[in-house]
């Protein structure tokens, strides 16, 4: 099995994916290379692994990995980052690679080299399912942002700022030492802030719902974008204290393993108590990033219920504040219409449904504010 992906190079300069890493390179591929008259192969990966490969080494294979499967799809969706197809028309030309998943595996469909640009091919537009490039190629992905924002529509706009706030909240989850990267997350907010008191584009067009994997940053971002629009109708003043602790809430489950993120089971008493602890682990990843005090406590309290009977701390009534209340609301309804891989989503109008009626009969949610958040949504056609 080889280590690496292998190309071939077409005259114009394109490349395409012959031999996907860990699989086989097989006699009969090679066979039918030499009949086309291919002689140089071309791949990308680690150098040290294919100087090993090419001296006969026995490359180191994680065995889950090369086999396939859910175990190894886990793993490598982390090396991966979802993109928005409304970005990438027919004819765009891009310096990044393009995947999709088949079969549990991440498949090139677009192969561009390191300095190199390819166009966006009308079978790439129309492959099924979802579209990624890879994390190390989220630089090149960022100024391809930049230049697509020129004299975008209200829809591609939105599709920007969408992928802009899912990178910047990714950046920041992965390193929150970086006063770059908290800085990013401000940036996202403002455009977040901004698009919705211009009314620029329908709030309905800023948020994800991606099916299938359940990655936090698109339920940051649409928790971000639900609990700015709260905060914008009622005329809050900071309204970019709870967007960013929108952006930032769950950081606490980035020391989760993939295994409790992903599992479809129920979580015992023992999984679920780690589980609670991401509110406090959170808070405490997040002091001393320059933070507002609102914006910690947003974050501390998105899961609190005016009853008394949310986590962490159990708060109760005025104890709650103004964020948390708003933060608990737009979570919990965005945590249930998300699709995840260990729950199905549900239609918003069961949900408003079913808040609706924990409000009432247990007083989890503020009453008015969960009247408010149903007018919103109603405004965009969602229920």
Same mark, same amino acid.
């Given at each position: 099995?080889?280590?690496?992906?292998?190309?071939?190079?077409?005259?114009?300069?394109?490349?395409?994916?012959?031999?996907?890493?860990?699989?086989?390179?097989?006699?009969?591929?090679?066979?039918? $290379?030499?009949?086309?008259?291919? *002689?140089?192969?071309?791949?990308?990966?680690?150098?040290?692994?294919?100087?090993?490969?090419?001296?006969?080494?026995?490359?180191? +294979?994680?065995?889950?990995?090369?086999?396939? =499967?859910?175990?190894?799809?886990?793993?490598?969706?982390?090396?991966?980052?979802? !993109?928005?197809?409304?970005?990438?028309?027919?004819?765009?030309? +891009?310096?990044?690679?393009?995947?999709? +998943?088949?079969?549990?595996?991440? /498949?090139?469909?677009?192969?561009?080299? %390191?300095?190199?640009?390819?166009?966006? &091919?009308?079978?790439?537009?129309?492959?099924?399912?979802?579209?990624?490039?890879?994390?190390?190629? @989220?630089? @090149?992905?960022?100024?391809?942002?930049?230049?697509?924002?020129?004299?975008?529509?209200?829809?591609?706009?939105?599709?920007?700022?969408?992928?802009? *706030?899912?990178?910047?909240?990714?950046?920041?989850?992965?390193?929150? =030492?970086?006063?770059?990267?908290?800085?990013?997350? *401000?940036?996202?907010?403002?455009? /977040?802030?901004? *698009?919705?008191?211009?009314?620029? !584009?329908?709030?309905?067009? $800023?948020?994800?719902?991606?099916?299938?994997?359940?990655?936090?940053?698109?339920?940051?971002?649409? #928790?971000?974008? $639900?609990?700015?629009?709260?905060?914008?109708?009622?005329?809050?003043?900071?309204?970019?204290?709870?967007?960013?602790?929108?952006?930032?809430? %769950?950081?606490?489950?980035?020391?989760?393993?993939?295994?409790?993120?992903?599992?479809?089971?129920?979580? &015992?008493?023992?999984?679920?108590?780690?589980?609670?602890?991401?509110?406090?682990?959170? #808070?405490?990843?997040?002091?001393?990033?320059? @933070?507002? =005090?609102?914006?910690?406590?947003?974050?501390?309290?998105?899961?609190?219920?005016?009853?008394?009977?949310?986590?962490?701390?159990?708060?109760?009534?005025?104890?709650?504040?103004?964020?948390?209340? /708003?933060?608990?609301?737009?979570?919990?309804?965005?945590?249930?219409? &998300?699709?995840?891989?260990?729950?199905?989503?549900?239609?918003?109008?069961? +949900?408003?449904?079913? /808040?609706?009626?924990?409000?009432?009969?247990? =007083?989890?949610?503020?009453?008015?504010?969960?009247?408010?958040?149903?007018?919103?949504?109603?405004?965009?056609?969602?229920?």
């Amino acid at each position: 099995m080889v280590p690496f992906d292998v190309y071939t190079k077409s005259p114009t300069g394109n490349y395409s994916c012959v031999v996907q890493k860990w699989s086989k390179f097989e006699q009969t591929t090679k066979d039918a $290379l030499k009949k086309q008259g291919i *002689v140089l192969l071309y791949v990308e990966g680690d150098a040290a692994k294919v100087k090993q490969y090419l001296d006969n080494e026995k490359p180191e +294979v994680v065995p889950a990995k090369a086999a396939g =499967g859910s175990s190894a799809y886990s793993n490598d969706k982390s090396l991966y980052h979802h !993109v928005s197809r409304v970005l990438l028309p027919a004819g765009t030309q +891009v310096g990044f690679s393009i995947f999709a +998943v088949d079969n549990m595996r991440f /498949i090139p469909i677009l192969s561009v080299m %390191d300095g190199k640009t390819a166009a966006i &091919t009308e079978s790439v537009k129309s492959t099924p399912g979802y579209i990624y490039i890879k994390v190390s190629d @989220l630089p @090149l992905f960022r100024e391809f942002l930049t230049a697509s924002s020129k004299a975008a529509t209200p829809q591609v706009k939105a599709a920007t700022i969408k992928e802009s *706030v899912k990178i910047s909240v990714r950046d920041f989850l992965s390193d929150t =030492g970086s006063q770059k990267n908290t800085e990013g997350v *401000v940036a996202s907010a403002t455009q /977040i802030i901004g *698009v919705l008191k211009r009314k620029e !584009v329908a709030l309905n067009d $800023l948020l994800m719902r991606a099916r299938g994997d359940w990655h936090i940053y698109n339920h940051s971002n649409n #928790v971000a974008v $639900l609990a700015t629009a709260m905060a914008v109708a009622m005329r809050l003043e900071k309204v970019d204290d709870i967007a960013i602790a929108a952006m930032v809430h %769950d950081i606490g489950k980035t020391v989760f393993a993939p295994e409790l993120l992903n599992k479809k089971a129920r979580l &015992t008493d023992q999984e679920f108590a780690l589980w609670k602890r991401h509110v406090v682990d959170g #808070v405490k990843m997040l002091e001393g990033k320059g @933070l507002s =005090g609102d914006t910690l406590n947003a974050v501390r309290q998105h899961h609190e219920r005016l009853s008394g009977n949310g986590y962490p701390y159990g708060l109760k009534g005025m104890a709650v504040s103004t964020f948390g209340r /708003i933060m608990s609301i737009v979570d919990c309804y965005d945590a249930l219409v &998300t699709p995840k891989v260990f729950k199905p989503a549900m239609t918003s109008y069961t +949900v408003l449904d079913l /808040i609706t009626k924990e409000t009432k009969e247990k =007083g989890y949610f503020d009453a008015d504010m969960v009247k408010l958040f149903i007018n919103i949504l109603k405004g965009q056609g969602k229920i």
